[in-house]
Every structure is written in C-alpha cells, then in structure tokens.
C-alpha cells in the first residue's frame, strides 16, 4: 500500500504563527474568473479535512480518491452518514472504525487493496472481523457514492475471517445440559410464579408486555397509553399493542429496529388484562412503563438479589429481592435470566402451543429464517417421537 503524494483536491499552506491556509478552486464564477474558497486553520489536519469536505460539496471530485485518506473519509462518513444513523449503530461503527484507522488511517483510500484489508482482518476475533469488514465496506461504499472512488475494492472479494473461537464447555461432563443451558428460557410455571411475585415492581409492565407479546425491552418502554387497547374479537377480550417506537438510555424515544417490527400485536392472557389495567393508570402519551431506560438493567438483576439484611430497611420502601423466593431445597424458584430473555420465553411458549413459525416471526417482528436462527427452539424430540409413532403403524 503507498501513499500519493500529489494532491488534486487543492492546497494547503503553511502561515505566520502556526496558521494553515486551505484553498480550493472549483468551476468558472459568472465573471470567467475561477471560483476560489479559502479558509485558515490552526492546524494542518483541519485545513486538509476541509478540503475533502469542500471537494464533496462542490463536486471539485479529487482523481479517484488520492489525497483523500481513510481517515478523512470515515471523518466525511460519520457527519454526512451519522446522523441517519442511531446512536448505538453509530457507537458501534465508531468502535470498529478504530481499528482500520490504527492499521491504514493515513492511507489514501485509493491506495487500500483487498491484500491490506485481509491482513488487518487477521488481526481480529471473529466477530470483530465480521462486524468491521461490514463497516468499512459501508464507507468504502459511500466513498464511491460521492465520488471519491470508482468502486470499492471488497465488493466482490471474498476475505477470509480468523475462526471462530469455541466455547469453554466442558463437554465430557454433561454434554446435554451445555447444549440445552445454550438458550435457557423460562418454563410456563416460572411465568405463572414471576407473574403472582412481580404484581405492582416498577418493571411489571416492561416484562408483561415482553413475555406476553415478545417485545424487545425497548420496544416494551417506549409503549404509552395510546398505543394499547382493550378489543372483543369472537367474544374473547384481547389487548393489543401498537409498536412503532424504542425507547434506549442513549436514546430516549427513536425508530424501532426495522420495518418489519413496526406492527400491532395481541398479549397472551392473563398478561394482557393485567397490562391493560395498568395501561389505565396513564392517559394520551405518557408511558405505562415509568421506569428509565438507563436503570431497567440493574432494576431487573436487583430483584433476584438478596434481600437487605437490614432489619432498619422496610420492606415496602425496598424491590431488592422481590422475586427471589426459594424452594425447599434453598435453590432460587426463579432462576435468573436477563428481561430480554421474556421475548424468547414467549416466542417458544407460542411454538409449543402449535403456532407456525411464520406466524411467530411476524408477532416479533421479524423474518422466519431470523426467529429460527436466535429465538425459536423446535422440539424435535417430540416431532421425532411422532414419526416414530407412524412409522410402527405402517410396519
């Protein structure tokens, strides 16, 4: 990979006092006279990014990118793209943006060939790689949209990723457990006890909306009055919610995830007349859920804790332990899973009662090959046991 040292985009000079002036000349002004636009900086590298910015912006287009370095460009990228973004998409574009910058930042783009891209991917974990090569082919991408490349060199390639790294299991001692632990969900009974134990905790309404309709968490904060109703439908009551928005700690209010989780849905029973009890308590656009995005984590993981050993501590004034109860044997009756884990509780729940895998995909707002892949566990004992049924028919 080498470095141009011509530039096209225009020049930077050096001033009296530590000043850089930037100059760039782009088409004919009205006069015949060329158009000319200057800016002083304090420094080099500012007067240099500006000049990417204002080749850009004028279409004074630099020759298939020299002069132009990654650096500059992913500085381009993250203000024309950046806000189209979410903040944590842009978080963790930012993040792995670091790590091509570290290896080829100063580069210019033109110069950056599939051979310098797979060597920095080497360096990588697996994710990582997978993640960042997405990122910089977006850049790249957008290199090319403005004009500033011809085509970007990894469309078309294909890299190869460091493996995978295994997980720590111990698999000769109980192989089964490992791969059935792999994505616990909660069984109907620890539901049933969560539903009697969580009545009137600040998250109640985050988790009913989340094990009884298979909202994400930040789907199931950002629900206000107005997006629940009470409806008969064949005689039965049904309570349906309206998801259109996610509510984050980095954001406060933003689209959902994508255009397939904008939908309406209807709660599993008793959740959704216990929700719509609770949705009456607010009116027009104020939350059901009060608690902030920002504390729901630690929220959440404080009710399994111990309770406060403090006997000063009242009880009422206190959620530490609200759902911890023991059985006989002193083991938690509840065990512990994250509250995003109640999307994937009610999506296998939903499986066992018989619903097709499509429908399921669509209550969560996503495709089918999506739910097989993170939320849907198929029971292919019982499925094999009913082949096997009709298989000793026939013979």
């Not at 051979?115 to 082919?137: C, E, F, P, Y």
């Not at 060199?153 to 109980?174: A, N, Q, R, S, V």
């Amino acid at each position: 990979m080498t470095n141009h040292s011509k530039r096209r985009l225009g020049n930077v000079r050096e001033l009296s006092g530590g000043k850089w002036l930037a100059r760039i000349t782009s088409g004919i002004r009205s006069d015949g006279r060329p158009r000319s636009l200057a800016k002083t900086f304090s420094s080099k590298e500012d007067a240099e990014d500006w000049l990417v910015q204002k080749s850009v912006e004028l279409g004074a287009r630099p020759d298939l990118g020299a002069g132009v370095t990654l650096r500059q460009l992913w500085k381009l990228y993250e203000r024309d793209k950046g806000q189209k973004l979410s903040k944590k998409t842009l978080s963790a574009y930012r993040s792995q943006m670091r790590t091509w910058l570290a290896a080829m930042g100063d580069a210019d783009i033109s110069a950056i060939g599939c051979a310098d891209i797979q060597r920095t991917l080497t360096t990588m974990t697996h994710a990582n790689a997978l993640h960042g090569k997405q990122v910089l082919s977006s850049v790249l991408t957008y290199a090319v949209g403005v004009g500033l490349l011809a085509k970007n060199p990894m469309h078309g390639h294909k890299f190869d990723l460091p493996e995978d790294e295994p997980l720590e299991i111990d698999w000769d001692t109980d192989p089964f457990g490992a791969i059935e632990d792999e994505r616990t969900v909660w069984s109907l009974a620890n539901v049933l006890k969560c539903f009697e134990l969580i009545r009137g905790l600040p998250l109640e309404p985050a988790w009913l909306a989340c094990v009884g309709a298979g909202l994400r968490v930040e789907e199931a904060l950002a629900l206000r009055r107005v997006d629940v109703r009470r409806v008969e439908i064949s005689g039965v009551e049904v309570t349906q919610l309206a998801i259109h928005h996610a509510s984050t700690a980095m954001e406060r209010r933003k689209a959902t995830k994508t255009r397939q989780s904008v939908r309406v849905v209807a709660m599993l029973e008793p959740f959704g007349e216990r929700y719509w009890e609770l949705a009456q308590k607010v009116s027009g656009t104020e939350e059901v859920c009060k608690l902030s995005p920002a504390r729901q984590n630690k929220a959440w993981r404080n009710y399994f804790d111990e309770p406060c050993g403090s006997k000063h501590t009242p009880k009422s004034t206190t959620t530490r332990g609200a759902l911890r109860e023991l059985d006989d044997d002193g083991n938690p009756v509840l065990p512990y899973l994250p509250l995003a884990r109640m999307r994937n509780t009610h999506a296998t729940l939903v499986q066992q009662a018989g619903v097709l895998d499509s429908i399921n995909a669509a209550m969560h707002g996503h495709t089918e090959q999506v739910a097989r892949r993170h939320y849907l566990r198929p029971d292919t004992t019982t499925a094999t046991m009913e082949v096997s049924k009709r298989l000793r028919l026939v013979s």
